[in-house]
């Protein structure tokens, strides 16, 4: 009984157990690897995905799906730059964009729990309304920031060592997992996406739940489309064009479960490290990035089968 | 007649953290039914699920038709005759019944399917049980009735030599149980071996040959039912001595009227009007379609009115959602608790708290502890099995499935209750319990709705009985009154 009990054990934890071989095989195969500098590096890289995966856990909880969150990177990033460029003070540009990701998120809970739309079909549609609002207001050519202050947000180091972006993915993670496990409202996002009739007989508000799983990730899109913005010193209007699928990867990679009411936010995380380990390790070893991608691509689906087998 | 065609001897099969099967095993014989009776838990659906091939067992024997055999998948096993109708039809609805007939084993000719031989075929088979079925027309529509003989034909298909029926007529109206009974005759007669799986231990004496018992994963007694008589079934079932089937008490003389309903309508119920009194038990009879369930979530805010009122101790109240309704303390307890009673990826305690949140909550965030004294507390006064708290609702049996969805009621501090067919598909012993508790609820001043389709459940509890058809209230009965005769003549 013992083995089958540490076999149980193991298969709930895989995500980590699958990160400490990762690195300690990468770290083998290349000791750069381990360098400070690179794991930095690695940390900094990966807040991105994370925040968006971050996101996406909550929303995936529930039952759904939100594809839009690239674009709304964008247009956040975007609109800050815009009204940086016209002088705005940073600070009240930050909340503005915060403000955006939050309608944006409301704009698609809107549709999915009043109207129950299905959330794969109404993210589509706002992805491209998002994106092209995006090259509308950019005229399809990047604005740059030269606010140094905003500038730390993606290139700020705390102490001089932590990197801002890598704080603010911690702490996100940190409320997040709050949220969802000692808070009601994490109760009803993990009832909704086990049981939504179940759910809706015990009295949660299936509509409101919903709704505001949305609009946390577009906040969590709009953090990261500032973090991104800040990085590069600019608004790109194709900025976070792809990156909704290492989200969902990361997701599923850290044990969440597309059907829904199934997943921890902390193995999201877990899983957006071994993404941006893989990522760098790739790139350290030269490889092409064409084969990157085929190769992400084959994890993913790893991962994906691991999951289901694992039933 | 009579000859042994499968044996399972010895049957040892255990999962983590709990052994089901324990020298569990049963005969069936050809042209005999055999009834196979246990408790939630004692191991009959796990038996099953290793004589299909979806289980393996870790040890002993299965002999068919005097080979050893071991099935690794249930295609196996219905391709050697052994067949298993489940509680929950696995039929395809907008396919036509010889479709679903012949599902994955379809009869071709030249390269194309062979349509008209399927469809000849399956009026052949239909016509073996005597059922007037056209096998071109969609399954969609069919009373669950029919469809069970659409999943017997299909069974025949197979030629079937063993067929296992899991609670037949669990979801099946008065009528059309001797139907069923009617069709499990001609199978006898066709020398079918028959495996009955049922709580009713009335249909056991009326329909099977021999009883074979299972409690705790282990086979108690294997006898022709001549031999038996209901209590010492029960005994044998429950390893002890169940006194009193109905434990009634009466209501309490306070009748404060909690809840009443006035001229209640919509889509599907008609002109509904009820008085329900503070530690009253209402009961709502009727047959499956009767519109019950509709008129306990439209009371609940799961359906929408369309004119008619309800009210509250005296105020009238519009309830829109089952959120208003639990604030005006009145619960629904769903009659499909694995449907959307509830959520069974989660564990026991966040299942109980569910609708209860609040009570647990200081400044935004919940109170572990609080939670785990409330939950253990429930545990222990409604007697839930469970090795713990956090173990998943899905891996428990039905009947500690249904008290964890009375104790979520429970905790959301209700005045009314209005409780859906709460002791179906559930055993003996854990019906006794309910009984009990809904005593109790009573006692303590709660008016109870008591929605139930099993007529001794209704007429043993119940202060006041209220009996619907299509949609409308038939007919009253104050308790005295009330006979079965009685309420099936108001439906007629």
């Given amino acids: 009984m013992k083995t089958k009990q540490l076999g149980r054990l193991a298969n709930e934890y895989r995500a980590v157990i699958i990160l400490i071989v990762f690195t300690v095989t990468l770290g083998v195969i290349n000791p750069r690897f381990l360098h400070v500098g690179n794991v930095t590096n690695v940390l ?46 940073v600070v009240l540009v930050v909340l503005l964009a915060l403000l955006i990701g939050v309608v944006a998120g409301g704009f698609n809970g809107l549709f999915i729990s009043r109207w129950n739309l299905q959330p794969m079909i109404v993210t589509l ?32 180091k705390i102490f001089g060592v932590v990197p801002v972006p890598v704080v603010i993915m911690i702490v996100l993670f940190a409320v997040g997992h709050y949220v969802l496990t000692r808070t009601p409202f994490g109760r009803h996002i993990y009832a909704v996406g086990g049981n939504e009739e179940a759910a809706f007989l015990s009295g949660v508000s299936v509509t409101k739940t919903k709704l505001k799983a949305y609009v946390l990730s577009g906040a969590l899109a709009a953090i990261a489309g500032l973090i991104l913005t800040s990085r590069l010193a600019s608004a790109q209007p194709l900025a976070g064009q792809g990156y909704e699928l290492d989200a969902i ?27 941006g380990m893989l990522n760098n390790a790739l790139n350290l070893m030269d490889v092409s990035s064409y084969y990157q991608t085929v190769i992400k691509g084959l994890v993913i689906l790893a991962a994906v089968l691991l999951d289901a087998r694992s039933k | 007649m009579g000859e042994v065609i499968l044996e399972m001897k010895g049957i040892v099969k255990s999962f983590p953290g709990v052994l089901a099967l324990n020298g569990a095993g049963l005969h069936v014989r050809r042209g005999e039914v055999t009834a196979l009776l246990g408790e939630n838990g004692a191991g009959k659906s796990t038996l099953m699920k290793i004589l299909t091939g979806v289980y393996k067992k870790d040890s002993g024997q299965i002999l068919y038709e005097g080979n050893e055999v071991e099935f690794s998948n249930s295609r196996q096993a219905s391709e050697a005759g052994i067949a298993i109708i489940h ?49 071109t027309r969609e399954v969609k529509g069919l009373s669950i ?3 069970q003989m659409v999943e017997i034909a299909k069974a025949l298909s197979l030629n079937a030599k063993v067929i296992v029926m899991d609670e037949p007529t669990d979801t099946l109206p008065e009528e059309e149980v001797n139907s069923l009974f009617g069709i499990v005759e001609e199978l006898k007669k066709q020398e079918k071996g028959i495996v009955y799986i049922t709580h009713r231990l009335g249909e056991v004496f009326r329909i099977c040959d021999r009883a074979t018992v299972l409690r705790d994963g282990e086979l108690v007694a294997e006898l022709p039912v001549g031999e038996l008589d209901y209590d010492g079934l029960v005994r044998m079932m429950v390893g002890r001595q169940l006194t009193e089937q109905f434990p009634y008490t009466e209501s309490r003389v306070d009748g404060e009227v909690v809840l009443r309903v006035s001229h209640l309508s919509n889509e599907f119920v008609h002109d509904v009007s009820f008085d329900l009194k503070r530690g009253q038990v209402l009961g709502i009879s009727g047959l499956a379609g009767a519109g019950r369930t509709e008129l306990a979530k439209t009371i609940y805010g799961a359906l929408p009115v369309d004119s008619g009122s309800v009210e509250v101790l005296g105020k009238r109240v519009s309830i829109t959602s089952p959120t208003a309704a639990i604030r005006h303390g009145i619960f629904y307890v769903s009659e499909d608790r694995k449907g959307d009673g509830l959520v069974l990826s989660l564990d026991v305690k966040s299942n109980i708290t569910l609708s209860g949140l609040r009570k647990i909550t200081r400044h935004g965030s919940l109170d572990l502890r609080a939670e785990n004294l409330i939950c253990t507390a429930y545990k222990a006064d ?10 998943l609702v899905r891996n428990l049996s039905g009947g500690n499935q249904q008290k964890i969805a009375l104790a979520k009621g429970l905790m959301s501090d209700p005045q009314v209750l209005i409780l859906d067919e709460p002791t179906r598909g559930i055993d003996v012993g854990a019906k006794k319990e309910i009984y009990t508790l809904i005593n109790a609820l009573k006692e303590s001043g709660k008016a109870i709705l008591l929605i139930s389709s099993e007529m001794p459940e209704i007429l043993g509890l119940s202060d006041h009985i209220l009996v619907m058809h299509e949609g409308r209230v038939r007919g009253q009965f104050a308790r005295g009154d009330a006979t079965q005769e009685k309420i099936m003549a108001t439906i007629v």
């Fill in chain 1, 44 to 89: 900094n890289q990966t807040s991105i995905n994370a925040l968006l995966a971050a996101g996406l856990t909550i929303v995936i909880l529930t039952g759904g799906i939100d594809i839009s969150v690239g674009s709304i990177l964008a247009f956040t990033g975007a609109t800050a730059a815009i009204l940086m460029s016209h002088d705005v003070n």
């Fill in chain 1, 125 to 156: 549609a706002t992805l491209s309304i998002f994106r092209g609002a995006t090259y509308l207001i950019t005229n399809g050519s990047p604005v740059s920031v030269r606010s140094s202050l905003f500038r730390t947000i993606g290139g700020g």
């Fill in chain 2, 382 to 391: 409604l007697q839930i099995r469970t090795p713990s708290l956090t173990q």
């Fill in chain 1, 249 to 275: 990867a990361a997701a599923v990679i850290g044990g969440t479960s597309l059907k829904g009411g199934q997943g921890r936010i902390l193995f999201t995380i877990i899983g957006a490290l071994i993404i």
């Fill in chain 2, 87 to 135: 509680q929950e039809l696995n039929l395809i609805p907008h396919l036509r019944i010889y479709e679903n007939v012949f599902l994955g084993r379809e009869l071709t000719k030249s390269g194309g399917l062979d349509i008209k031989a399927m469809v000849e075929r399956t009026r052949e088979l239909l016509g073996r049980i005597n059922v007037q079925l056209d096998p």
């Fill in chain 2, 145 to 147: 009735a029919m469809q």
